[in-house]
């Protein structure tokens, strides 16, 4: 996950963002979203990938939940009126019960069936 979040500037793309949260001038939280179109009218948000530093997990959720605005935020930002609809969605693996419990507490629920030991989720948001 390092490695991809230390590429990522070098290699972003226009429908690429990367979201970083600071703290005490040290980022602290970090999320890969990339945009495109689900259907006609309905944005596609993927949460490629989102981390939180070491220091900032544990029983305090405030980091993790703040990402999690930041990001819906963005979602909510590129709704137009010809795209009224976004859905924000991520592949979480299927023993990572932390990230889990997180998309959970934010209103995501999973959708289908694990692919490969993955289990896709999701949130729809309307303007």
Not at 8 to 33: I, K, S, Y
Not at 53 to 78: P, Y
Request: charged share 20%; no cysteine; net charge positive.
């Amino acid at each position: 996950m390092q490695a991809y979040f230390r590429r990522m500037p070098q290699t972003l793309q226009p429908e690429e963002v990367l979201l970083v949260g600071f703290a005490d001038q040290a980022p602290h939280a970090v999320a890969a979203l990339e945009t495109g179109t689900l259907q006609p009218g309905v944005l596609d948000v993927f949460i490629t990938a989102a981390a939180v530093a070491v220091t900032r997990r544990g029983g305090d959720r405030s980091t993790a939940d703040a990402t999690m605005r930041a990001i819906l935020e963005h979602a909510r930002s590129q709704l137009t009126d010809d795209a009224r609809t976004a859905v924000v969605r991520g592949n979480v693996h299927v023993r990572n019960n932390a990230s889990q419990r997180w998309l959970a507490r934010t209103g995501f629920e999973p959708v289908g069936m694990p692919v490969r030991d993955y289990q896709q989720w999701a949130l729809r948001l309307a303007r």
